[in-house]
C-alpha cells in the first residue's frame, strides 16, 4: 500500500534554513505536496510539485523531489518564528478521485 | 472565490451519542469533498469522499457514515459515538488539478 514518512520534529533558530524531508512509496503518484498546519487551525497548502517535475520555487521555499529515490524535500529559507508549525507531505494517489496519502507530519520549532 | 466551511468549531459529546458534523463550500459546483480525521500525534486519515449527490466512498470502515445531500454539502455522521472518535475533522475540496484545500476543522472530544 500506500505510505509516507516523515521525521516527527526540527528545531532550527531564527534566520536559518530549514530542511524538512520525506519519502513515499507510490511511483505513480501525479503531485506531491507540502501543507502547513498552525494550532489548532485546518492545513494550508504551501506548494505542489508535478512529479515530472525536479524542482521548485516559491519565494523562500524550494522544493527538491528525487523521483529514482522516492524522496521529496522542502527547504524553507531564512526561517521565521511564524514559520513555526507543523508540516505535511502527501502524494497523490491513482485512485482517479484525487485522493491523497499524508505523511505523519514534522514539527517546525523556529526559536528566536 | 471559494470558501470551506465547517460547523461547529469544537464539540464536546459524550460516548454513545450521535454525531453530525457539517461543511459547506461556496463558490463552486460539482466539487468532489473529502472528509478526513487527525487524531492526536496523528497523520491525516481519509474517512470519505464524494464526487457528487449521493454519492459517497469510505475508505475505512468505521463507526462513521456521510451523506451528501446538496452540491455544496458533505456531511458527517455518527449514531452513537466512541471513545476513538475524539480527533480533528477536517473537510477538504478538490481544486483544479489535484490539488485540496482544506476548511477550518471541527475539534471533536468524546468522553
Known amino acids: 500500500g500506500e505510505d509516507v514518512e516523515q521525521s516527527l520534529f526540527l528545531s532550527v533558530r531564527e534566520g536559518d534554513s530549514s530542511v524538512i524531508n520525506c519519502t513515499y512509496t507510490d511511483s505513480s503518484s501525479t503531485y506531491l505536496y507540502w501543507y502547513k498546519q498552525e494550532p489548532g487551525a485546518g492545513l494550508q497548502l504551501l506548494t505542489y510539485?508535478?512529479?515530472?517535475?525536479d524542482m521548485k520555487q516559491d519565494q523562500r521555499l524550494t522544493v527538491l523531489l528525487n523521483k529514482k529515490d522516492k524522496h521529496l524535500s522542502l527547504r524553507i529559507a531564512d526561517t521565521q518564528t511564524g514559520d513555526s508549525a507543523i508540516y505535511f507531505c502527501?502524494?497523490?494517489?491513482?485512485?482517479?478521485?484525487?485522493?491523497?496519502?499524508f505523511g505523519k507530519g514534522t514539527m517546525l520549532l523556529v526559536s528566536p | 472565490s471559494q470558501t470551506i466551511h465547517q460547523w461547529p468549531a469544537t464539540l464536546v459529546q459524550p460516548v454513545g451519542s450521535p454525531l453530525s458534523l457539517e461543511c459547506t463550500v461556496e463558490?463552486?459546483?460539482?466539487?468532489?469533498l473529502y472528509w478526513y480525521r487527525q487524531a492526536a500525534g496523528r497523520g491525516l486519515q481519509l474517512l470519505f469522499y464524494?464526487?457528487?449527490?449521493?454519492?459517497i466512498s469510505s475508505e475505512v470502515p468505521q463507526n462513521l457514515s456521510a451523506s451528501r445531500p446538496q452540491d455544496r454539502q458533505f456531511i458527517l455522521s455518527s449514531k452513537k459515538l466512541l471513545l476513538s472518535d475524539s480527533g480533528f475533522y477536517l473537510c477538504?475540496?478538490?481544486?483544479?488539478?489535484?490539488?485540496?484545500?482544506f476548511g477550518p476543522g471541527t475539534r471533536l472530544t468524546v468522553l
Open positions: 502527501a502524494e497523490s494517489s491513482d485512485s482517479g478521485y484525487s485522493t491523497l496519502t
Open positions: 477538504a475540496q478538490r481544486r483544479g488539478s489535484d490539488t485540496q484545500y
Open positions: 463558490g463552486t459546483s460539482n466539487p468532489n
Open positions: 464524494s464526487v457528487g449527490i449521493g454519492q
Open positions: 510539485i508535478f512529479s515530472n517535475m
